[in-house]
């Protein structure tokens, strides 16, 4: 299954959650995990959602910039990564090696 994963932050406003959810839903989308945060000091809005991308109705490259213009709306940065994409990473490893195995066997 590949999901998609939002990371978005914005002034904080009432509804938010429901819009973000709201512009998921109305691309068939399925939300799978959310979670949000309210900084109050300073009415920051954070939240992370992930979706499944199975019966979403938009193509993948059409996604960012129709989000782009919502996005707009509420004045927010943004991120998506798509959950197939494989990021290249390399493990500097120095005299001692029971590091690089304890990380080898949690993989």
Known sequence: M????????????????????????????????AAQHTDTSSELFLMRIEWDLETFDLARPDIVPTFRQFADTIQAKWQIHFSDYVRRIAIFVSKQDHCLYDLILRQ
């Open 2 to 33: 590949t999901t998609a994963t939002l990371l978005i932050s914005c002034p904080d406003q009432k509804g938010l959650v429901a819009k973000i959810s709201d512009w998921i839903f109305s691309h068939s989308g399925n939300i799978l995990h």
